[in-house]
């Protein structure tokens, strides 16, 4: 590679844990109705329980972000005096 700086990968992670958590502090320019900020999290499922979670969230009439969205809402409540 000549007089090219090396990017690095989609999913590489900072050496620091902490800078990579308060990584998500930094506003984004994509807006959720709502939301003043959202952060994307990936997770790794298989095919089936993709096509089931898809399934549940269009009988119930709402996208999948929205379902699971509430989902983690219920299963992770705000804390009062938490700091995030």
């Known amino acids: 590679m000549t007089g090219r700086t090396r990017?690095?990968?989609?999913?590489?992670?900072p050496g620091n844990?902490?800078?990579?958590?308060k990584a998500a502090d930094t506003p984004s320019t994509s807006k959720v109705a709502g939301e003043a900020f959202t952060a994307?999290?990936?997770?790794?499922?298989t095919p089936e329980l993709r096509g089931r979670i898809k399934v549940v969230a269009f009988?119930?009439?709402?996208?999948v972000t929205d379902m699971l969205r509430d989902l983690l809402a219920r299963e992770f409540p705000s804390i009062e005096g938490d700091p995030t």
């Open 7 to 13: 990017k690095p990968g989609f999913a590489s992670r």
């Open 17 to 21: 844990p902490d800078s990579w958590i």
């Open 40 to 45: 994307r999290l990936t997770i790794d499922i």
């Open 59 to 63: 009988r119930r009439g709402i996208t």
